[in-house]
């Protein structure tokens, strides 16, 4: 098993940045790719960002592309998500997700993941 624990949400207002941390904990060994999604209320989880291996493959939700990267440090079992030019519509909690393997055609559906923390919300105030 592999536990999952998101930090680093908070309140900010638009144009403002932060930075999300996922830390793995179990058998880190067996993750191989590595992923934020969000979910905002009344809406389904969504697809963010994501990164494979060792850096080899990243992708982004288009509506991220350029203001958000994501990131990992192997050593620290830990992952990130930097977020720039916040805006109202970024509102929405935040979840890590690990996975056992990288899936060209599917990994932006949340089915592809075994794993997922508990959430950290961020607020994009206008």
């Known amino acids: 098993q592999v536990q999952l624990v998101e930090s680093g949400g908070g309140l900010v207002q638009a144009g403002g940045s932060l930075r999300l941390s996922c830390a793995a904990s179990g058998q880190t060994g067996d993750v191989y790719t590595r992923a934020w999604f969000r979910q905002a209320p009344g809406k389904g989880r969504e697809f963010v960002a994501v990164?494979?291996?060792?850096?080899?493959?990243?992708d982004y939700a288009d509506i991220v592309k350029g203001r958000f990267t994501i990131s990992m440090d192997n050593a620290k079992d830990t992952w990130y998500l930097q977020m720039n030019s916040l805006n109202p519509e970024d509102t929405a909690r935040y979840y890590c997700a690990a996975g056992t393997f990288y899936s060209q055609n599917n990994h932006q559906l949340t089915t592809v993941y075994g794993y997922w923390g508990q959430g950290t919300q961020v607020t994009v105030s206008s």
């Open positions: 990164v494979s291996g060792s850096d080899i493959t990243v």
